[in-house]
Every structure is written in structure tokens, then in C-alpha cells.
Nanobody, 128 residues
């Protein structure tokens, strides 16, 4: 079992920054590939960023490349998402997710079914 709790969401003006955190407990954090997803009102949940076991490999959605940075601190069992140059279209509920079933921790999946544990989400609202 893996428990995930997101924090750091809020209201920010366009061009501003936020840092999301995801505190994990349960299964050894360093053996989970981790990801951030988001879901805007009326839209499907989508991949934002993912990171390998060691943090040596990352992947991003095209819409956030160059603006968002995913990172992890395995000693603290915490995942982060630094979001800069925020846009109104970044408004969504952001979810932290863990893929605990992967034997190759260097692979970063982007599909929702690959992740088997999810947090409850944190709201990010970007005003224009």
C-alpha cells in the first residue's frame, strides 16, 4: 500500500509560481515511479510529469515543458512539482500518482492505468 497526500495548491496570478508537494507513506518510496497528473473541469485527466526511481529520468507533457520541474527526495519520501510561468490553462486539480508495479525503475509511463496509487488532489487556480 502507498498513501499519497498532496499540498501546495492555491490561487495565483498568471505568470506566478507554485510548488506542489506529495508526501508518500507505506511502500518504499524509492521503488515507486512517480507522476503528476491534472484534471480541469469538463476535461479528462492528463499526464503532466513523471520521474524515475532515482530521479535520473524525467518526462513532461509538451504543454508544461520549460515551465514545470518534477523532482523527488527519496530520503523524505516526497515528490515535488515546481510550476513557473503559470497560465490560466494550467488551472486544474493536480494529482500525485505512484507506479509501484514496475520492475524497471528507469521507465516513466505517461498513461493513467500504469499508476496504481493516487492522492486526493490539490486545486491550482491561475487567474488572468
Amino acid at each position: 500500500q502507498v498513501q499519497l497526500v498532496e499540498s501546495g495548491g492555491g490561487l495565483v496570478q498568471a505568470g506566478g509560481s507554485l510548488r506542489l508537494s506529495c508526501a508518500a507513506s507505506g511502500r518504499t518510496f524509492s521503488r515507486n515511479v512517480m507522476g503528476w497528473f491534472r484534471q480541469a473541469p469538463g476535461k479528462e485527466r492528463e499526464f503532466v510529469a513523471g520521474i524515475s526511481w532515482s530521479g535520473g529520468r524525467t518526462d513532461y507533457a509538451d504543454s508544461v515543458k520549460g515551465r514545470f520541474t518534477i523532482s523527488r527526495d527519496n530520503a523524505k519520501s516526497t515528490l515535488y512539482l515546481q510550476m513557473n510561468s503559470l497560465k490560466p490553462e494550467d488551472t486544474a486539480v493536480y494529482y500525485c500518482a505512484a507506479d509501484s508495479r514496475r520492475s524497471d525503475g528507469t521507465v516513466v509511463p505517461t498513461d493513467i492505468p500504469e499508476y496504481n496509487y493516487w492522492g486526493q488532489g490539490t486545486q491550482v487556480t491561475v487567474s488572468s
